[in-house]
């Protein structure tokens, strides 16, 4: 019998096909004593899985490009913490196993995250992914993760770990469904990267059973278990007529009535380039830069090597936008020689450009790379900062541009409430605006955004975060500037019409949504795009915004 569930859509498409469950997680290992004269053997066994998961990590990262490459490099940084390797090596001394040191050193660490006033909980699944590998690793059991399987199907998980996501095979992972995450968590990030559908924060998952068949609307959030014939029709045709409109849409972003809104792409380093262009996107609205710190946590990388990189990146754009965000180190991206490792609130803390003004030195060796970067380019160079809070902010980072001779426009990401608020003081010392509507909703509605039990409020068609996005672009309208977005609000395409109503001026994305957005910008008028904007922030709930906007767009 067809039953319908609801979950988060955070990646579009549609895929029926049969479930199969993740590998299960390891099991804990006994808690039994050690001679002492075996603890330096022990020891010995605990680095040496360590750097075996770390350098499977990497390698992993290293084969996925772009934007995953950054995160497990970011886990293998994890696996390698000097302080929980000392903590192994102490319990280790005391009589525990090699595994079973691992596993209580990490559950201390979980512990920690957790009580970091949840900011960092959404980093658990990447942690207890690294516990498993090792612990499975000195156990001598399989690793867990994506089942084995001849046949295409329909993967189901409490969490994906990046690990997983990154290099999942499209060709047999139809689609997936977690019980945790969020519209911004990685799973669901990577997923709209592969152009993988996927559904997340839906309660009850694990209880699917194993062989089922399933049908998941990544764009709606809903899963039917046991489809009838007809809702399988219904849902295939619907994806084909989708397929049919994308492939129909192509150039500039615009709206139907030729109001131009450029779209862009959100890349995480050189690797995200290929997908860009070939999806038509036209320009880069978010160059993430943290990929190349990431590589060493002790120090910077030199000068030389990140004008290597950033000109990969600009020369791939001749004639178009590249807006690059300076490091957004600090709270879920700490980097040793960075940022403090005892705050109470990392997500709180000094995080984003607070860590660049504490350091100068990072922030003017990277500014020093972009100028030279872009020398003798066509590329329209423009380099924002992450966390901007007020106008002294904004001002700092505008004096520090000037100061290294940087020949670009100089921005500020929307990311805290303060900033929307007051944009028009901000506006006063930078040339644009670029929102970041993940961190944005987290700081709105204290919400972390890795935590499936608060994703209601992390929906990007909350009306008050609707309101603070306004708020920017009508004060950039004021100024006579620009104020794009660049979080993952701007990859749904219904909401996409939205924003362009609210007076958005780019829409940044993963470049796996730039052709869903163009398509359904195509079919709409800016006074549509601006009813169903003033639609969406009349209600009072992100369903009903949802559910007000649609109907104007589908012109009931």
């Known amino acids: 019998m067809e039953t319908t569930l609801r979950g988060v859509g955070v990646s579009h498409g549609v895929a029926i096909g049969e479930v199969r469950h993740m590998g299960t997680a390891v099991l804990e290992p006994p808690a039994k004593q050690i001679p002492a004269d075996e603890a330096e053997r022990e020891q010995g066994r605990a680095r040496q899985a360590v750097e075996a998961v770390a350098a499977d990590l990497i390698a992993r990262g290293n084969l ?196 131009k809104v450029p779209l862009l792409a959100n890349v995480g380093g050189p690797g995200d380039v290929a997908a860009a262009v070939e999806a038509g996107a036209e320009g880069v609205g978010l160059f993430r830069t943290e990929f190349l710190f990431l590589d060493d946590s002790k120090q910077a990388p030199a000068e030389a090597k990140q004008v290597e990189a950033y000109r990969k990146v600009l020369e791939a754009f001749p004639e178009g936008r590249v807006v690059v965000r300076v490091l957004d180190a600090g709270a879920d991206k700490p980097l040793d020689f960075l940022t403090p490792a005892d705050e109470p609130n990392p997500a709180l803390g000094v995080r984003g450009l607070r860590t660049l003004l504490d350091h100068p030195d990072v922030l003017r060796t990277q500014l020093t790379a972009l100028a030279k970067a872009a020398e003798g380019l066509p590329v329209y160079l423009e380099v924002m900062a992450p966390m901007v809070a007020d106008r002294i902010d904004a001002k700092a980072f505008a004096d520090a541009c000037r100061e290294a001779g940087l020949r670009a426009k100089f921005g500020a990401m929307v990311e805290i409430p303060s900033a929307a608020l007051r944009a028009r003081s901000i506006l006063q010392e930078v040339e644009f605006l670029s929102l970041g509507t993940n961190d944005l909703a987290q700081y709105t509605f204290a919400a972390d955004r890795q935590v499936g039990a608060v994703s209601r409020l992390q929906d990007p068609w909350q009306p008050a975060l609707l309101d603070l996005v306004a708020a920017s672009a009508e004060a950039a309208k004021a100024e006579g500037k620009s104020c794009g977005v660049c979080g993952e609000a701007a990859s749904d395409p219904e909401l996409a019409c939205v924003l362009t109503g609210l007076g958005v001026t780019s829409l940044s994305m993963g470049a796996a949504s730039i052709p869903y957005v163009r398509a359904t910008l195509a079919k709409h008028t800016l006074a549509q795009c601006e009813r169903a904007a003033a639609a969406a922030r009349a209600a009072d709930t992100a369903d009903d915004a949802r559910a007000a906007a649609r109907a104007v767009l589908s012109g009931e």
């Open 64 to 259: 996925a490009g772009g934007e995953a490459q950054a995160v497990l490099e970011a886990q293998a940084l994890m696996a390698q913490d000097p302080e929980l390797m000392a903590d192994v090596e102490r319990r280790i001394t005391v009589g525990s196993t090699a595994e079973r040191a691992v596993y209580d050193a990490f559950a201390a660490y979980r512990a920690l995250l957790a009580g970091a006033g949840e900011y960092l909980a959404g980093r658990v699944a990447d942690l207890d992914d690294v516990r498993n590998r090792i612990v499975a690793r000195l156990l001598g059991v399989p690793m867990p993760g994506v089942p084995d399987s001849d046949e295409p199907y329909v993967l189901i998980a409490r969490d994906l770990a990046p690990a997983d996501t990154a290099l999942l095979d499209p060709t047999l992972v139809l689609g997936f469904v977690t019980e945790e995450g969020g519209p911004t968590s990685h799973s669901a990030i990577l997923a709209r990267a592969l152009g993988v559908p996927a559904v997340v924060a839906l309660p009850g998952a694990g209880e699917l059973v194993e062989g089922t068949v399933i049908a998941v609307d990544g764009s709606t959030g809903e899963i039917f278990v046991e489809p009838s014939a007809e809702k399988r029709a219904e849902l295939e045709r619907a994806a084909a007529e989708r397929k049919a409109a994308l492939a129909a849409s192509s150039g500039p972003g615009a709206t139907s009535d030729g109001h």
